[in-house]
């Protein structure tokens, strides 16, 4: 049974850094694609970052420059490095992960991802 499992959220003012981390048990975990989501309050769940099984990167746009998503197969890891946070980035986080192994399609729509963590809080205040 394939289970992710997120930490590192919190409350930080404007400007700060928060690292989260998600990690993955239940399968061979360098094998697939691993995502992060944020869902705001009253808002629907939006892409914010992929790295794929290869390594390969892609964000959304809002958060390039400030946002590093990185994965440690060793670990079954995946990591979110958020650096200056703005109040727009106050959401519930998720790692996600699709059922299928590989593959070179960029997956950015929350219903192309089968397994979801839990979520974390992460509040930015202004």
């Known amino acids: 049974q394939v289970q992710l499992v997120e930490s590192g959220g919190g409350l930080v003012q404007a400007g700060g850094s928060l690292r989260l981390s998600c990690a993955a048990t239940?399968?061979?975990?360098?094998?697939?694609?691993m995502a992060w989501f944020r869902q705001a309050p009253e808002k629907e769940r939006e892409f914010v970052a992929t790295i794929k099984w290869q390594g390969d990167i892609y964000y959304k746009d809002s958060v390039k420059g400030r946002f590093t998503i990185s994965r440690d197969n060793a670990k079954n890891t995946v990591y979110l490095q958020m650096n200056s946070l703005i109040p727009e980035d106050t959401a519930v986080y998720y790692c996600?992960?699709?059922?299928?192994?590989?593959?070179?399609?960029?997956?950015?729509?929350?219903?192309?991802?089968?397994?979801w963590g839990q979520g974390t809080q992460v509040t930015v205040s202004s």
């Open positions: 239940g399968r061979t975990f360098w094998k697939y694609d």
């Open positions: 996600a992960s699709p059922t299928r192994e590989g593959g070179s399609t960029w997956l950015q729509k929350p219903n192309e991802y089968d397994y």
